[in-house]
C-alpha cells in the first residue's frame, strides 16, 4: 500500500522511501521499476536533491550491478524484443555541450558500453521527445536520468495501470504508483485500481523479478 514518507521520517529521520530502506535492510542491488501496460520507466537516480544528480548519476550509470540487472530485465519476456530509450539530464540532451555536457562527458560513453554488452537502448535522447513516443509505441521501458523526469510522464500516461516494482530483492514486492491522498481516506472515493494492479502482478505466474 502507498505510505507516508513523511510520517515515517518521523521515527526513522533517514527514511527516504521504501526501495532504499528494503536494500539496505537486506544487503540488496535494486532498482525501481514503474511497471505500466504499455511504458515502463526505471528512474536512475531516485529520491536525492537535484544538485546531487549528476554525481550520483554518473556513479550509478557505471555500477557493474546496474548492468547486471538491465540484463536480467531484457531477458524477461515483457520487455526482451523491445526499444529501450535513456533520457539525457539536461534539456535536448545537452545539445552537443551547449545546454550542458553530462551526455558528452559521460553518457554517450556508458551508453555504448551498454549497447555492446547487448542491451537495446537508444540515447541519450531529450526526454520531452521520448515521451512523445509513448502513442506511437516506439519504447517499451525509459531509463530516466532522475525520478520526476520519468515518473512525472509516467503517471500521466499509464495512470492508474503503473506499479512499483523493486528489483533486485529476495523476495517479490510491488505497490500502487501514487501516495496516500490523505485528504480522501475514508470517503469512499479513493481508486484502488493501482493497488489491485500491485497484487495482481505480486501474484503473476511469470512475475518480473524472477
Not at 518521523?10 to 522511501?17: D, E, I, T, V, W
Not at 539525457?88 to 554488452?117: C, K, S, T, V, Y
Not at 510491488?174 to 493497488?195: N, Q, R
Amino acid at each position: 500500500m502507498p505510505l507516508s514518507k513523511h510520517h515515517v521520517s518521523l521515527s526513522h529521520p533517514a527514511f527516504r522511501g521504501h526501495t532504499d530502506y528494503l536494500a539496505d535492510e537486506f544487503s540488496s542491488k535494486v532498482i525501481m521499476l514503474m511497471h505500466g501496460k504499455a511504458l515502463s520507466v526505471i528512474p536512475l537516480t531516485v529520491h536525492v536533491p537535484l544538485s546531487h544528480v549528476p554525481a550520483e548519476l554518473h556513479a550509478r550509470m557505471n555500477d557493474a550491478d546496474l548492468i547486471r540487472i538491465l540484463k536480467i530485465l531484457h531477458g524477461w519476456k515483457e520487455y526482451s524484443g523491445t526499444r529501450w530509450a535513456l533520457c539525457g539530464l539536461n534539456p535536448h540532451a545537452g545539445e552537443n555541450g551547449l545546454l550542458g555536457r553530462e551526455e558528452i562527458d559521460f553518457m554517450n560513453i556508458i551508453a555504448d558500453r551498454w549497447r555492446a554488452e547487448g542491451l537495446p537502448i537508444e540515447g541519450p535522447l531529450p526526454a520531452d521527445g521520448i515521451f512523445q513516443e509513448y502513442h506511437h509505441g516506439r519504447y517499451r521501458l525509459v531509463l530516466s536520468a532522475y525520478h520526476d523526469q520519468g515518473l512525472a510522464p509516467f503517471k500521466a500516461l499509464e495512470g492508474r495501470a503503473g506499479v512499483n516494482c523493486t528489483i533486485g530483492l529476495p523476495f517479490v514486492r510491488t505497490s500502487p504508483d501514487h501516495g496516500t491522498a490523505f485528504e480522501i481516506a475514508g470517503k469512499g472515493v479513493a481508486d484502488s485500481a493501482s493497488f489491485a494492479a500491485a497484487f495482481e502482478l505480486a501474484q503473476a505466474s511469470e512475475p518480473l523479478w524472477i
